[in-house]
């Protein structure tokens, strides 16, 4: 059973720049699997921020991107701020109308 | 603007059924596919369930197929998951979400508006 790998955790400084991966345990991640990034905070649903790998959502600030590096996808932050610590989950298509997403990573801005 | 109400969660004893409904409004629903996505207390987000925008296709996580069963209603604008032989497992936060599936001809590969979720407690 394939899983989605993320960081579990990671930290960025006020104003510094941040990447989050989403792999796969087995194999490359690449633009076929259309991945897509979601941001949430405690309480709250999920937000989109980034959608077939690296289109930004309506209303996204373009600090977030998206980008394949290596053989997993990505997401960074630029110049983070305060308001971005959340979690950040990616998903990945497998194909046949299936979805996975990633176990997540919780960003602590400090 | 989009919006999209969950309801229908609750209390069930294991090996019970639930329905979870979700209205849509602010956009043409018919014309989109939906989703279920869950999450654990605690846990990662979990996408359970997808269904085309004419309904005529419907998708489901190995954990929950055979159980759970996804369908919809255009004329009402509704979503709906029936959840049957509930564990102790599934409980979670069930989001209706907007994305993930054919829209007509082509395949939004993702997912955009989420409802703020219900909440389904299995437990004796």
């Known amino acids: 059973q394939t899983v989605v790998t993320q960081e579990p955790s990671f930290s960025v400084s006020p104003g510094g720049t941040v990447t989050l991966t989403c792999g796969l345990s087995s194999g490359s991640v690449s633009t076929s699997y259309y991945p897509s990034w979601y941001q949430q905070t405690p309480g709250q649903a999920p937000r989109t921020l980034i959608y077939?790998?690296?289109t930004r959502s309506s209303g996204v600030p373009d600090r977030f991107s998206g980008s394949i590096l290596g053989n997993k996808a990505a997401l960074t932050i630029t110049g983070a701020q305060a308001d971005d610590e959340s979690d950040y989950y990616c998903v990945l298509y497998m194909g046949s109308a299936i979805w996975v997403f990633g176990g997540g990573t919780k960003l602590t801005v400090l | 603007e989009v919006q999209l109400l969950e309801s229908g969660g609750g209390l069930v004893q294991p090996g019970g059924s639930l329905r979870l409904s979700c209205a849509a409004s602010g956009f043409t629903f018919n014309s989109y596919a939906m989703s279920w996505v869950r999450q654990a207390p605690g846990k990662g987000l979990q996408w359970v369930s997808g269904?085309?925008?004419?309904?005529?296709?419907?998708y489901y996580a190995d954990s929950v197929r055979g159980r759970f069963s996804i369908f919809r209603d255009n004329s009402k604008n509704t979503l709906y998951l029936q959840m049957n032989s509930l564990r102790a497992e599934d409980s979670a936060i069930y989001f209706c979400?907007?994305?993930?599936?054919?829209?007509?001809?082509?395949?939004?590969?993702?997912?955009?508006?989420w409802g703020q979720g219900t909440l389904v407690t299995v437990s004796s």
């Open positions: 979400v907007e994305g993930g599936g054919w829209s007509g001809s082509a395949v939004k590969y993702h997912f955009d508006y």
């Open positions: 077939n790998t690296n």
């Open positions: 269904i085309s925008a004419g309904g005529s296709g419907s």
